[in-house]
Each structure stands twice: as structure tokens, then as C-alpha cells.
């Protein structure tokens, strides 16, 4: 009976080009954790590092002709959905997807996403088109960025709030963005350029 149940729930993913749920489980062997083998849904076309947690319904999509990587020590939680269908999405190491849900799609022709390491991708933000995210960098909020650049910097724990990496929070809409180090956009609709503030507009400096 549990091989007939491992049957009927491996064909579907192998005709999508899932791993298998024996497969998934198999990820631990470098260290990855799957809370949920059942609810996860993996390309086999994944590139897959070291120590990643992957909390339920966790999407990894990746087309034959697209790349999908993802380094050592990210976090997923719930509600992750990475989907390279007609580029490439290359994320680092140590960072957080959610809690709150993330969406990343590189669904058109020239998309390709980068994220570096160590950022925080929040509350249900969305990234497509041609971005890059920086090491550091932050999303917090239900915002969905189209073609942006963050520049990265120092993580969000920094004493200099102007040395952090850049920041999106709020939500709305970012389009073709480019922030530097210490800079911080909080939008409600529409994230736009001339609102950009130096991070310690919201979070001063600890004086020593």
C-alpha cells in the first residue's frame, strides 16, 4: 500500500519534472532540511547547496533551458515560490524567503533575478524581470519589483544605518529602482524615486 501511495504521488512530478518524494528526501544527505516532502515540489533541474531549510509548500521550478540555484543556508518558509522559466534565478547564501510568502519568476524574455547573501525578502514580496539584489539587501512588504537594482551593503543588524545594504518597504509597485547603500524607500502604491531617504531617516544612529 505505501509503494502504491509513493506511485501515484511520483507520477505527476516526474511528468512535470518533479523530484520524486524519495528524492526530496534524499536532500538531507547534504544537510538540507524538508520539513514536508509531500507538500514540497522541486525541479530536478535545481541546483541545490548545503543546509537550506525548506518549510511546507515550498515551490523550486526551473525549465530545461532556464537555471535555478540556490546556495547554502537559505531559509524558506511557506508560501516560497522561485520559477525560472525562461531565465535564470541565482540566489547566495544565509538568506530569508518570507515568513509572509515570496514570489520570484523570471518569466520573459531577459529576465534573470540575482540575490546575494545574507538579505530578507518579507510579507509576501514579488521580484521579476532583470534585478539584482544585493548582499544585505531587504524587501518588506507586499511589494512587487519589476527590474530593480538594491545595492548591497552591511546586513540589517548594522549600528550604521547608512552602511546597510539598500531597502524596499511598504507596498505597491517598484519599477527600474536603482537604490544605493543606505538608502531606503517607503512606499504605499507606488515606490518612486524622489522618496528615497538614507536608512537613518528611520532607524538614527546609536551613538557610541
Known amino acids: 500500500m505505501r509503494l502504491e501511495l509513493l506511485a501515484a504521488l511520483d507520477a505527476p512530478r ?5 523530484l520524486t518524494v524519495t528524492e526530496v528526501l534524499a536532500l538531507a544527505d547534504t544537510g538540507n532540511v524538508i520539513y514536508d516532502p509531500f507538500s514540497v515540489l522541486i525541479s530536478r ?4 547547496g548545503e543546509g537550506n531549510v525548506l518549510y511546507p509548500c515550498v515551490t523550486l521550478t526551473c525549465a530545461p533551458t532556464a537555471e535555478l540555484r540556490l546556495g547554502n543556508r537559505n531559509v524558506l518558509h511557506t508560501g516560497t515560490l522561485l520559477a525560472a522559466e525562461t531565465g535564470a534565478i541565482l540566489v547566495g547564501d544565509g538568506n530569508q524567503f518570507g515568513e509572509g510568502g515570496f514570489t520570484a519568476k523570471a518569466n520573459r524574455p531577459g529576465a534573470c533575478i540575482r540575490i546575494g547573501d545574507g538579505g530578507r525578502y518579507l510579507g509576501g514580496a514579488s521580484v521579476f524581470g532583470e534585478c539584482s539584489l544585493g548582499s544585505g539587501t531587504q524587501l518588506l512588504g507586499a511589494i512587487t519589483v519589476d527590474s530593480c537594482k538594491l545595492a548591497a551593503g552591511a ?3 548594522d549600528a550604521d544605518p547608512d552602511a546597510r545594504a539598500a531597502v524596499l518597504k511598504g507596498s505597491g ?3 527600474g529602482l536603482v537604490l544605493e547603500v543606505g538608502q531606503v524607500i517607503l512606499g504605499n502604491g507606488v515606490f518612486r524615486a524622489e522618496d528615497v531617504k538614507p536608512q537613518a531617516f528611520y532607524h538614527p544612529k546609536v551613538k557610541s
Open 14 to 18: 516526474r511528468s512535470a519534472g518533479l
Open 45 to 48: 533541474h535545481l541546483k541545490l
Open 173 to 175: 509597485t517598484a519599477r
Open 155 to 157: 546586513p540589517f543588524s
